[in-house]
Antibody, heavy 123, light 107 residues
């Protein structure tokens, strides 16, 4: 059964950092490009970042570029999102997701989504 | 960057109705468009990619069409489990932007 589970969320003070993880099962982790997407309370989905299957290529949304870093450890089959200089606007449910084509870092659609992890930035 | 605009932002419908949601791209994206269904407390689910191809397991009452800048998602014979928020997303160029969402509510 294909499954993705994000973790690492919690309550964090403004200006601090937090790292999210996403673990998968049911497919070969190292074969797929992975994305992070978030949803702030009462808002829509916002695409954040993508990392290629081999970890060599990344892209970010303008809103998080220079503050967030996406990476992966293919040996441990884990995806990461390092978030720094957090603000209240980063309060959201964070989802990891997979593309539907292996060994591709192109124009590929998302197919599998993980259960999200909630991040609350508050003083 | 490509901006995606969905309409309407919400709609009310009854079980058995057919509903149509529109998604417009600020520039041409060929057929590189996906549709997702999102229910409260759950992960989004992928419905359609390539503007019109259903993901495995998606009921045939869902259909998509369009090319370039205008796209539609149609749900025929609405079922109780279809009441949710629907999003389009373009994956023609990064950032892979989403539309603002359409809430399908029970009338």
């Amino acid at each position: 059964q294909v499954q993705m589970v994000a973790s690492g969320g919690g309550v964090v003070l403004p200006g601090r950092s937090l790292t999210l993880s996403c673990e998968v099962s049911g497919f070969t982790f190292s074969s797929y490009t992975l994305h992070w997407v978030r949803q702030a309370p009462g808002k829509g989905l916002e695409w954040l970042a993508v990392v290629s299957y081999d970890g060599d290529n990344v892209n970010y949304a303008h809103s998080v570029k220079d503050r967030f870093i996406v990476s992966r450890d293919n040996h441990k089959a884990t995806l990461f999102l390092q978030m720094s200089s957090l603000t209240v606007d980063d309060t959201a449910m964070y989802y990891c997701a997979r593309v539907n084509v292996p060994y591709s870092f192109g124009v590929d659609p998302l197919d599998i989504w993980g259960q999200g992890t909630m991040v609350t930035v508050s003083s | 960057d490509t901006e995606m605009t969905q309409s309407p932002s919400s709609l009310s419908a009854s079980v058995g109705d057919t509903v149509t949601i529109t998604c417009r791209a600020s520039q041409g994206i060929a057929n590189l468009l996906s549709w997702f269904q999102h229910k409260p407390g759950r992960a989004p689910e992928s419905l359609i990619y390539g503007a019109s191809t259903l993901h495995t397991g998606v009921p045939s009452r869902f259909s998509g069409s369009g090319f370039g800048t205008e796209f539609t998602l149609t749900i025929s014979s609405l079922q109780p489990e279809d009441f949710a928020v629907y999003y389009c997303q373009q994956y023609n160029d990064r950032p892979f932007s989403f539309g603002g969402g359409t809430t399908v509510e029970i009338k």
